[in-house]
């Protein structure tokens, strides 16, 4: 067979699709509760809809309904789960399996598993957080990924931006906004900008 003259429908760019992460706390109390909730459904709707991958960190909160929000536009999830296995993760980490097409069992732990999702996308999308999402944040930062901070009725942003102020260091890959479709458009067209062209 002459390979060269082979087409085959499974042969799909799959690397050109953009994979987003989206970051925020797996708590959402202290980020307004239902509005948050909200909010991060219908950015997970916008990844979908804009044909990007959603990545998160296989938990609940506001990952979990960003994760919901792409299921219902019939998106694609992957998750990067802290346990070594389904068992630890539903039964020692109590997180959840559902609105996910795949999930990765990294078993390191928060701060292990933190590195490899951040790395694993092209971008990092923040949302209300706690010391988790700073931490991806600050990977994210570190290793020049775009970045994305969505603001809303939560202090995470400001944060954030405090955070990059005493870092002294500036990075052009960061946008700020309050819309989720506007975001996510500014996310990808500067993903566009450092993809490998194949």
């Known amino acids: 067979m002459n390979h060269k003259n082979f087409t085959s429908p499974f042969l799909k760019h799959g690397h050109k699709d953009i994979k987003i992460c989206v970051s925020g706390a797996a708590e959402i109390t202290h980020c307004g509760g239902s509005e948050a909730a909200d909010i991060a459904k219908e950015l997970g709707r916008e990844i979908a809809r804009q044909g990007a991958v959603l990545v998160t960190g296989a938990t609940t909160g506001f990952p979990f309904w960003s994760a919901m929000g792409v299921k219902e536009e019939n998106g694609i999830s992957i998750g990067f789960s802290p346990a070594a ?114």
């Open 85 to 198: 296995s389904e068992k630890e993760h539903v039964g020692v980490y109590r997180l959840p399996l559902d609105y996910m097409d795949l999930i990765v069992y990294t078993g390191f732990g928060y701060p292990g598993r933190d590195l490899l999702l951040t790395r694993s996308a092209d971008a990092v999308i923040c949302g209300c957080g706690r010391i988790g999402t700073i931490h991806e944040f600050t990977i994210a930062f570190e290793d020049n990924k775009v970045i994305g901070i969505l603001d809303g009725p939560w202090k995470t942003a400001q944060e954030l931006e405090d955070i990059m102020a005493k870092a002294h260091r500036p990075n052009k890959k960061v946008v700020i906004g309050s819309d989720p479709k506007k975001l996510v458009e500014d996310v990808i067209a500067m993903v566009k900008k450092y993809k490998v062209e194949a």
